[in-house]
């Protein structure tokens, strides 16, 4: 399942408000590149939690899954597969 569809156009219009898909590319560090911070992981995650059916846990709320696209869409895949 390909969840860029979803993941790519919520960051673009929540955080960088645009619904230009070359503003943001897929593999760009979001905290680093200050275009998320703590609370906007929050909310990411809130959406993925609705989105998707999902809970994500407290030791999973780390960078390596939340800080790109990428890491973001390989996240997902780990966590519906299980």
Same mark, same amino acid.
């Given at each position: 399942?390909?969840? $860029?569809?979803?993941?790519?156009?919520?960051?673009?219009?929540?955080?960088?408000?645009?619904?230009?898909?070359?503003?943001?590319?897929?593999?760009?560090?979001?905290? $680093?590149?200050?275009? @998320?911070?703590?609370?906007?992981?929050?909310?990411?995650?809130?959406?993925?939690?609705?989105?998707?059916?999902? $809970? @994500?846990?407290?030791?999973?709320?780390?960078?390596?899954?939340?800080?790109? @696209?990428?890491?973001?869409?390989?996240?997902?895949?780990?966590?519906?597969?299980?």
């Amino acid at each position: 399942m390909d969840f $860029r569809h979803t993941v790519k156009p919520f960051i673009l219009d929540n955080f960088l408000f645009t619904s230009d898909g070359s503003a943001l590319d897929d593999r760009a560090s979001l905290i $680093r590149g200050g275009i @998320v911070d703590s609370t906007g992981v929050l909310e990411l995650i809130e959406f993925l939690e609705e989105t998707y059916g999902i $809970r @994500v846990a407290a030791e999973e709320m780390v960078p390596a899954n939340f800080d790109s @696209v990428d890491t973001i869409c390989a996240f997902l895949s780990r966590k519906l597969a299980a």
